[in-house]
């Protein structure tokens, strides 16, 4: 018998992931959309759509949709105020989506909805206090304390990226404010700044060839050339992991987790990367929450945002039937 299911949506800065999830969290279906410049209204459209062929392929009754978002969520409202690289500002997207799709909608960040499906399903699966890293063109960050994923008060919290590891850093990236967040430092962005500085220092790279061949140095790519042809994408890559291990240390001595979860497009190559990470936590940190905490990759890949959305529509129909 077909079992209940539910829509998880994970919509990036240029395309979006659909899936039809059932209550094991296996995916039953899956469609991909490009988001790269859309207005409001269209890539509204964009969203129905994408949902509407997930929801006929489904397998099964679909009873609610869950959107993972890359913007801040006003939760008294279901407000999107404000999305680094999607046209969403100031929207009730989660009534605007409710009523096009005739279903339930919950809305909640994109990195957040990562934290939930790594926690539910993957590597921080029975962790009373964890932490997950998104490493991406920005970074995002999800807190699960108590067991369950922590929202700050209006569900703006557990912004990560945006802790500051240099005082007098560079100005970060999109609407934030800060400078020298480890967003701006650590992120895909800042890994192409840095690859490309390296490549100039060290004209007979491979780094350097591709660079002048006109490719753009992005963290794919880098992690790639670091598999291959060695020393100077490497370095680059390393000086990204390590400032995110300097950010880390201050999550390990204020949260105590026993988990710290990293992934994300950068973050692609999983554990061999992660030894800089690791060594700053243990140089910086405090006893005992340093040698307590594990430091390991992600394990649901491009899949998590999707999987932790379908994870939100389904506890939302439950607090629903609670109340
Ligand atoms: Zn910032």
């Not at 105020?81 to 096009?100: H, K, T």
């Not at 390990?252 to 710290?260: D, M, Q, S």
């Given at each position: 018998?077909?079992?209940?299911?539910?829509?998880?949506?994970?919509?990036?800065?240029?395309?979006?992931?659909?899936?039809?999830?059932?209550?094991?969290?296996?995916?039953?279906?899956?469609?991909?959309?490009?988001?790269?410049?859309?207005?409001?209204?269209?890539?509204?459209?964009?969203?129905?759509?994408?949902?509407?062929?997930?929801?006929?392929?489904?397998?099964?009754?679909?009873?609610?949709?869950?959107?993972?978002i890359?913007?801040?969520?006003?939760?008294?409202t279901?407000?999107?105020?404000?999305?680094?690289?999607?046209?969403?500002?100031?929207?009730?997207?989660?009534?605007?989506m409710?009523?096009?799709?005739?279903?339930p909608?919950?809305?909640?960040?994109d990195?957040?909805?990562?934290?939930?499906?790594?926690?539910?399903?993957?590597?921080?699966?029975?962790?009373?206090?964890?932490?997950?890293?998104?490493?991406?063109?920005?970074?995002?960050?999800?807190?699960?304390?108590?067991?369950?994923?922590?929202?700050?008060?209006?569900?703006?919290?557990?912004?990560?990226?945006?802790?500051?590891?240099?005082?007098?850093?560079?100005?970060?990236?999109?609407?934030?404010?800060?400078?020298?967040?480890?967003?701006?430092?650590?992120?895909?962005?800042?890994?192409?700044?840095?690859?490309?500085?390296?490549?100039?220092?060290?004209?007979?790279?491979?780094?350097?060839?591709?660079?002048e061949?006109?490719?753009?140095?992005?963290?794919?790519?880098?992690?790639?050339?670091?598999?291959d042809?060695?020393?100077?994408?490497?370095e680059?890559?390393?000086?990204?992991?390590?400032?995110?291990?300097?950010?880390?240390?201050?999550?390990?001595?204020?949260?105590?987790?026993?988990?710290?979860?990293?992934?994300?497009?950068?973050m692609?190559?999983?554990?061999?990367?992660?030894?800089?990470?690791?060594?700053?936590?243990?140089a910086?940190?405090?006893?005992?929450?340093?040698?307590?905490?594990?430091?390991?990759?992600?394990?649901?890949?491009?899949?998590?945002?999707?999987?932790?959305?379908?994870?939100?529509?389904?506890?939302?129909?439950?607090?629903?039937?609670?109340?």
């Amino acid at each position: 018998m077909p079992g209940r299911r539910t829509i998880g949506v994970d919509m990036g800065g240029s395309k979006l992931l659909a899936g039809a999830v059932d209550e094991e969290l296996s995916v039953h279906y899956r469609t991909r959309r490009t988001l790269a410049d859309l207005d409001q209204p269209t890539l509204i459209d964009t969203a129905v759509d994408a949902v509407e062929e997930a929801r006929e392929q489904a397998g099964g009754d679909v009873e609610a949709v869950g959107f993972g978002i890359p913007s801040l969520i006003d939760q008294r409202t279901g407000t999107a105020v404000i999305a680094i690289n999607l046209p969403l500002a100031d929207i009730r997207f989660g009534n605007v989506m409710a009523e096009r799709l005739g279903l339930p909608v919950f809305v909640d960040n994109d990195a957040n909805m990562a934290a939930l499906a790594e926690h539910r399903a993957g590597a921080a699966r029975g962790a009373g206090e964890a932490i997950v890293l998104t490493v991406g063109t920005g970074i995002g960050g999800g807190l699960i304390l108590g067991g369950r994923l922590y929202r700050g008060s209006i569900g703006a919290g557990g912004e990560l990226g945006h802790t500051v590891i240099q005082a007098d850093g560079p100005p970060c990236q999109g609407n934030c404010p800060n400078r020298g967040c480890v967003e701006v430092l650590a992120s895909g962005t800042a890994l192409a700044i840095e690859a490309t500085r390296i490549a100039g220092e060290r004209p007979e790279s491979g780094l350097a060839a591709v660079l002048e061949d006109g490719y753009p140095l992005d963290g794919p790519l880098i992690t790639e050339l670091a598999h291959d042809d060695g020393a100077a994408s490497s370095e680059a890559l390393e000086l990204i992991v390590t400032r995110v291990g300097v950010a880390i240390a201050s999550f390990v001595n204020i949260f105590n987790p026993e988990v710290v979860v990293i992934g994300g497009g950068v973050m692609a190559a999983g554990a061999p990367l992660l030894g800089p990470a690791r060594a700053e936590v243990a140089a910086r940190a405090l006893p005992p929450s340093r040698d307590l905490v594990s430091i390991v990759p992600a394990e649901l890949g491009v899949e998590a945002g999707l999987i932790g959305a379908a994870c939100l529509a389904f506890d939302g129909l439950a607090e629903a039937a609670r109340q």
